[in-house]
């Protein structure tokens, strides 16, 4: 936390990291001086103009507060109402108290997604400032939110496909170049992915030597990466430096769900963790590409909706007879990461309305599921719901982008910052996204739709430039995540840990319904590797 500044009215604390301060040096020349400077010029709009992870606190003489949370939520922050007091913090951890009450809705929404979507968390005592928000408490402890920045896909730029790529070019590089500023030795997360492996070549070209890079390895082929990094890293005449994980690093998970403050279903937490403490033993900061595929259109569900949007309302309706023949003829999947579930997931969205179709690509549990997990969780009110809202307000009229907005509002800031976040916390090392520059992230979200996502192809911009920089067999993988064998691992050498669910959930699970998700994922019948983890996490969180 920076050193609080005084500034006439106001006073202003400043947290995280200003990567473009050189860039707005004319509102000052240190993160607070500009900060005030841009909110006495623009309102809580300037706070859109600041690049990097951070939180920031407005103190009024009047005793008014304002807690403001960066647009992309690479950093949290919490905050609690009692007697009068307002109290905040980074952590969740640091709110939580003796006898606070559990938020059920919150246990519904968790299980239906693997984490809490703000403003909501774990206890209701507690709430979490949104992603591109900032919360304000009067003197007289009256509480309002105001949204400063929100992905608006309209209006589109005008430039040709060739000259977008151009640009992004130029921003990428002067994001990296940010980053490095700040952090002149980083070391580069690297995965088999395209957008960590941008990373490493825009970092390698303006680096005097090439930085190291670290991979986190599995010892099962359809999760290992480490062969495709290496390829990367060699082409560039980096140092590989390489992690195994294994089945028994499951054994630090509650350390590190205590850390998140409440239930995390992601299990790549457990990945980032254990691959950033590594890392700070080999460096002080370490580039990530985390964004690509937010704001690039990396994800499958993003094709699958624009497929939805091309074949229209009554060609998509009368596709369901033909979903529901496919659905009963398809036999159950065992793995997660195969053809035959994605099948499964395809057949079972086109039976839906639009936004609970997109939904079904993240859930862990659907609200069936939840209802007969957990019966008192049923009167609750689906995810959905704010979904709905949310949609309605991001100028989209593409069904691939209104998923993609949402997911750069909830998905991005709640999942993928959060456990990047908190194993950066952890670890001690810092932990930045070029990707997430605010430059590039405005210039993606004004591109249109098929420059980034067609129906057979993602990512477009980012693949061509690509094209000559990574060896050719890394732009030809299907898209893995930063997954871990949670399937193999829960039917072998973790076996113990899962069949203590019934014992350890709360009692209103219905622990009939629980041993038959175990039993058949023991069987091999189905994978429900990630609905056992989402369980035991809700029992290390709640």
């Given at each position: 936390?920076?050193?609080?500044?005084?500034?006439?009215?106001?006073?202003?604390?400043?947290?995280?990291?200003?990567?473009?301060?050189?860039?707005?040096?004319?509102?000052?020349?240190?993160?607070?001086?500009?900060?005030?400077?841009?909110?006495?010029?623009?309102?809580?709009?300037?706070?859109?103009?600041?690049?990097?992870?951070?939180?920031?606190?407005?103190?009024?003489?009047?005793?008014?507060?304002?807690?403001?949370?960066?647009?992309?939520?690479?950093?949290?922050?919490?905050?609690?109402?009692?007697?009068?007091?307002?109290?905040?913090?980074?952590?969740?951890?640091?709110?939580?108290?003796?006898?606070?009450?559990?938020?059920?809705?919150?246990?519904?929404?968790?299980?239906?997604?693997?984490?809490?979507?703000?403003?909501?968390?774990?206890?209701?005592?507690?709430?979490?400032?949104?992603?591109?928000?900032?919360?304000?408490?009067?003197?007289?402890?009256?509480?309002?939110?105001?949204?400063?920045?929100?992905?608006?896909?309209?209006?589109?730029?005008?430039?040709?496909?060739?000259?977008?790529?151009?640009?992004?070019?130029?921003?990428?590089?002067?994001?990296?170049?940010?980053?490095?500023?700040?952090?002149?030795?980083?070391?580069?997360?690297?995965?088999?992915?395209?957008?960590?492996?941008?990373?490493?070549?825009?970092?390698?070209?303006?680096?005097?030597?090439?930085?190291?890079?670290?991979?986190?390895?599995?010892?099962?082929?359809?999760?290992?990466?480490?062969?495709?990094?290496?390829?990367?890293?060699?082409?560039?005449?980096?140092?590989?430096?390489?992690?195994?994980?294994?089945?028994?690093?499951?054994?630090?998970?509650?350390?590190?769900?205590?850390?998140?403050?409440?239930?995390?279903?992601?299990?790549?937490?457990?990945?980032?963790?254990?691959?950033?403490?590594?890392?700070?033993?080999?460096?002080?900061?370490?580039l990530m590409g985390d964004g690509g595929d937010e704001l690039f259109g990396g994800y499958k569900r993003y094709r699958?909706?624009?497929?939805?949007?091309?074949?229209?309302?009554?060609?998509?309706?009368?596709?369901?007879?033909?979903?529901?023949?496919?659905?009963?003829?398809?036999?159950?999947?065992?793995?997660?990461?195969?053809?035959?579930?994605?099948?499964?997931?395809?057949?079972?969205?086109?039976?839906?309305?639009?936004?609970?179709?997109?939904?079904?690509?993240?859930?862990?549990?659907?609200?069936?599921?939840?209802?007969?997990?957990?019966?008192?969780?049923?009167?609750?009110?689906?995810?959905?719901?704010?979904?709905?809202?949310?949609?309605?307000?991001?100028?989209?009229?593409?069904?691939?982008?209104?998923?993609?907005?949402?997911?750069?509002?909830?998905?991005?800031?709640?999942?993928?910052?959060?456990?990047?976040?908190?194993?950066?916390?952890?670890?001690?090392?810092?932990?930045?996204?070029?990707?997430?520059?605010?430059?590039?992230?405005?210039?993606?979200?004004?591109?249109?739709?098929?420059?980034?996502?067609?129906?057979?192809?993602?990512?477009?911009?980012?693949?061509?430039?690509?094209?000559?920089?990574?060896?050719?067999?890394?732009?030809?993988?299907?898209?893995?995540?930063?997954?871990?064998?949670?399937?193999?691992?829960?039917?072998?050498?973790?076996?113990?840990?899962?069949?203590?669910?019934?014992?350890?959930?709360?009692?209103?699970?219905?622990?009939?319904?629980?041993?038959?998700?175990?039993?058949?994922?023991?069987?091999?019948?189905?994978?429900?590797?990630?609905?056992i983890w989402a369980l035991l996490a809700l029992t290390m969180g709640i």
């Amino acid at each position: 936390m920076s050193d609080a500044l005084s500034q006439g009215a106001f006073k202003v604390t400043f947290s995280g990291i200003m990567l473009n301060d050189k860039e707005l040096s004319e509102f000052g020349s240190t993160p607070e001086q500009i900060v005030a400077a841009l909110y006495e010029k623009y309102g809580i709009y300037g706070f859109a103009r600041i690049s990097g992870p951070f939180t920031i606190v407005l103190q009024f003489p009047d005793g008014g507060k304002t807690l403001v949370r960066d647009p992309f939520g690479q950093k949290q922050f919490y905050y609690s109402v009692a007697g009068g007091e307002v109290r905040h913090s980074e952590k969740l951890a640091d709110l939580l108290a003796p006898g606070m009450s559990t938020d059920w809705q919150a246990v519904s929404e968790y299980l239906s997604l693997g984490y809490i979507p703000a403003p909501r968390t774990i206890k209701s005592e507690i709430s979490s400032v949104r992603a591109g928000y900032c919360v304000t408490f009067s003197k007289d402890g009256i509480q309002k939110e105001e949204q400063y920045y929100s992905p608006q896909f309209y209006p589109k730029t005008s430039m040709t496909y060739d000259e977008a790529c151009e640009g992004l070019d130029a921003l990428i590089e002067q994001a990296t170049a940010r980053c490095i500023a700040k952090y002149p030795n980083p070391g580069v997360l690297l995965s088999g992915g395209i957008d960590s492996n941008l990373v490493l070549c825009y970092a390698n070209k303006l680096l005097d030597t090439p930085p190291d890079c670290i991979t986190l390895y599995f010892d099962d082929k359809v999760y290992n990466e480490s062969s495709l990094a290496a390829q990367s890293a060699q082409a560039v005449g980096a140092k590989h430096i390489t992690k195994l994980a294994r089945p028994e690093d499951f054994y630090e998970v509650p350390r590190f769900m205590k850390a998140v403050g409440e239930p995390f279903a992601d299990s790549s937490l457990l990945a980032s963790s254990t691959i950033m403490e590594f890392a700070v033993k080999q460096k002080q900061a370490v580039l990530m590409g985390d964004g690509g595929d937010e704001l690039f259109g990396g994800y499958k569900r993003y094709r699958f909706m624009a497929i939805r949007d091309m074949l229209g309302d009554s060609l998509t309706a009368a596709g369901k007879p033909f979903a529901k023949l496919l659905r009963a003829m398809l036999p159950a999947s065992g793995e997660r990461r195969n053809r035959l579930s994605t099948l499964h997931r395809v057949a079972d969205a086109f039976l839906l309305p639009q936004i609970p179709c997109y939904g079904s690509f993240q859930e862990i549990f659907s609200a069936k599921d939840v209802a007969e997990l957990c019966p008192e969780l049923a009167k609750f009110s689906p995810y959905t719901e704010y979904w709905e809202k949310l949609a309605a307000t991001l100028g989209s009229i593409d069904q691939a982008e209104t998923a993609n907005g949402i997911d750069l509002c909830t998905y991005l800031p709640e999942d993928g910052c959060r456990k990047d976040n908190v194993a950066a916390e952890l670890s001690g090392i810092c932990a930045l996204s070029p990707l997430l520059d605010m430059d590039v992230a405005k210039f993606a979200i004004s591109l249109p739709r098929h420059y980034k996502t067609t129906l057979r192809r993602s990512k477009l911009p980012l693949r061509t430039l690509a094209k000559g920089k990574l060896p050719p067999v890394l732009l030809q993988q299907p898209k893995r995540g930063f997954s871990i064998p949670v399937a193999r691992w829960f039917r072998n050498e973790l076996r113990q840990e899962a069949e203590k669910l019934p014992n350890i959930l709360p009692d209103c699970f219905d622990k009939a319904k629980v041993r038959s998700i175990l039993d058949a994922h023991f069987a091999g019948k189905v994978d429900n590797g990630t609905k056992i983890w989402a369980l035991l996490a809700l029992t290390m969180g709640i």
